[in-house]
């Protein structure tokens, strides 16, 4: 497959612990907190042309704990916070199987579930984003490693254990969504 250079930008993000604060399989409005920071960070690269794409795993969904309206109306939510905020998120993949816990259909392995890099490639492929020039932030290696094997060019772990940012094996190392801020006005400095 021809990679689409000249495309947009765009800022990946998977969502429990870097949009919304992990609380172990969300899917209540009310019980949804912000992370610190989100809505700067996301502002801030839409005011750069980059688009907001969410890549996330809800193998709640595949267990059975939740269904698929309910992320719906979760991220519905989630959305239209964004859009308040002055940062539309432009698309929202998630990959709800699981190959081992998932239930009935859902219990599969999928190129989608991260690590696998489907969902990011879907979004390359589905708004025409050019991922040599985009970021990719997530919690968790597996959201890294997906963002990675795409092709996205910027990779960050966001690790509140982290004394400081730090640049370790090919990705930035964060302690706060602030730390990313930083990151991006010193590339835009170059």
Same mark, same amino acid.
């Given at each position: 497959?021809?990679?689409?250079?000249?495309?947009?930008?765009?800022?990946?993000?998977?969502?429990?612990?870097?949009?919304?604060?992990?609380?172990?399989?969300?899917?209540?409005?009310?019980?949804?907190?912000?992370?610190?920071?989100?809505?700067?960070?996301?502002?801030?690269?839409?005011?750069?042309?980059?688009?907001?794409?969410?890549?996330?795993?809800?193998?709640?969904?595949?267990?059975?704990?939740?269904?698929?309206?309910?992320?719906?109306?979760?991220?519905?939510?989630?959305?239209?916070?964004?859009?308040?905020?002055?940062? *539309?998120?432009?698309?929202?993949?998630?990959? *709800?199987?699981?190959?081992?816990?998932?239930?009935? #259909?859902?219990?599969?392995?999928?190129?989608?579930?991260?690590?696998?890099?489907?969902?990011?490639?879907?979004?390359?492929?589905?708004?025409?984003?050019?991922?040599?020039?985009?970021?990719?932030?997530?919690?968790?290696?597996?959201?890294?490693?997906?963002?990675r094997d795409a092709g996205v060019a910027t990779l960050v772990l966001l690790d509140d254990s982290a004394a400081a940012p730090a640049k370790k094996d090919g990705m930035w190392v964060v302690p706060r969504l602030a730390d990313v801020l930083a990151l991006a006005e010193?590339?835009?400095? #170059?």
């Amino acid at each position: 497959m021809k990679r689409k250079e000249g495309g947009t930008p765009a800022l990946i993000l998977d969502r429990d612990g870097v949009i919304n604060e992990e609380v172990g399989f969300l899917w209540q409005v009310d019980r949804c907190r912000f992370v610190d920071g989100i809505f700067d960070l996301a502002r801030y690269f839409v005011a750069h042309g980059y688009l907001i794409v969410v890549a996330t795993n809800q193998s709640g969904i595949g267990r059975g704990l939740f269904t698929e309206a309910d992320f719906r109306t979760l991220m519905d939510h989630i959305s239209a916070e964004f859009r308040r905020h002055g940062a *539309p998120i432009a698309a929202i993949y998630h990959a *709800p199987e699981h190959p081992t816990e998932g239930v009935g #259909r859902y219990r599969r392995d999928s190129s989608w579930r991260k690590p696998h890099p489907g969902m990011i490639l879907a979004a390359e492929r589905d708004l025409g984003l050019d991922l040599s020039r985009s970021w990719g932030i997530g919690d968790e290696m597996r959201d890294i490693v997906a963002c990675r094997d795409a092709g996205v060019a910027t990779l960050v772990l966001l690790d509140d254990s982290a004394a400081a940012p730090a640049k370790k094996d090919g990705m930035w190392v964060v302690p706060r969504l602030a730390d990313v801020l930083a990151l991006a006005e010193g590339e835009k400095a #170059r």
